[in-house]
């Protein structure tokens, strides 16, 4: 069955660094999500993106935050400059055009020091 | 803004015994999905529920959509071990039609054998 990657597993980085999050979604799926999960809490969601642009994104999704589909089959989230609050579990969802499922991938932890 | 809530936060049961989660939107929705996160895990769809009124089943699950739209519900009968999680219910985000999702807090299910 097809499902949703990403890489890394568990990112530990300092403040003030730079962090890319990659995600590998299910390969026919048009809508690309990423949202985060600070530990026990709700998810939140960050972006979409579709049709190689951002669609929509939260008040979280500041300018530290970026988005790119480099090769028609990555994925990724860039945090420019990492601060303590972005710790937290960040996962990518993808969806096809026809229905509202987003699949989930398994998560990125980024931990910020 | 948008707000959707659910309650209770956390349930314990005893294996057998029944267990329901509801939740609350500050608005009519299109459609509510609820998807299932294991510990540990990422976020799983469930099923979603699109006309007023709707009752969906799957199994021991029943979800409801109410007529106003604007709640729903998701009851376990007889509870198994393995319906540990915590259960998000997940509304489109108003206006939006890419379909990023506002996700209540969940509910933290644990079941005791």
């Known amino acids: 069955e097809p499902e949703v990657t990403q890489t890394p597993s568990h990112q530990v980085t300092q403040m003030g660094q730079e962090v890319i999050l990659r995600c590998v979604p299910i390969?026919?799926?048009?809508?690309f999500y990423w949202y985060r999960q600070i530990l026990g809490q709700k998810v939140e969601f960050l972006v979409s993106?579709?049709?190689?642009?951002?669609?929509?994104k939260s008040e979280i999704f500041d300018d530290q935050f970026s988005v790119e589909r480099p090769d028609g089959s990555n994925f990724t989230l860039k945090i420019r400059s990492t601060k303590l609050e972005d710790s937290a579990m960040y996962f990518c969802?993808?969806?096809?055009?026809?229905?509202?499922?987003?699949?989930f991938g398994p998560g990125t932890r980024l931990t910020v020091l | 803004g948008q707000q959707v809530m659910q309650i209770p936060q956390y349930q314990h049961v005893q294996e057998g015994e029944d267990f329901t989660t509801y939740c609350n939107s500050s608005?009519?929705?299109?459609?509510i999905q609820w998807y299932k996160q294991r510990p540990g895990g990422h976020p799983v769809f469930l099923i979603q529920?699109?006309?007023?009124?709707e009752v969906k089943k799957q199994k021991r699950l029943t979800f409801q959509f109410g007529e106003a739209k604007k709640n729903s519900s998701l009851h376990i009968t007889a509870t198994q071990t393995t319906d540990v999680g915590t259960y998000f219910c997940?509304?489109?985000?108003?206006?939006?039609?890419?379909?990023?999702?506002?996700f209540g807090k969940g509910t933290k299910l644990s079941v005791k054998p």
């Open positions: 390969s026919n799926h048009l809508y």
């Open positions: 969802a993808s969806r096809g055009s026809s229905y509202n499922e987003q699949f």
């Open positions: 993106f579709y049709n190689n642009e951002i669609s929509e």
């Open positions: 997940a509304g489109p985000a108003g206006g939006g039609s890419q379909g990023n999702l506002i």
């Open positions: 529920l699109v006309k007023s009124g």
């Open positions: 608005t009519t929705l299109s459609n």
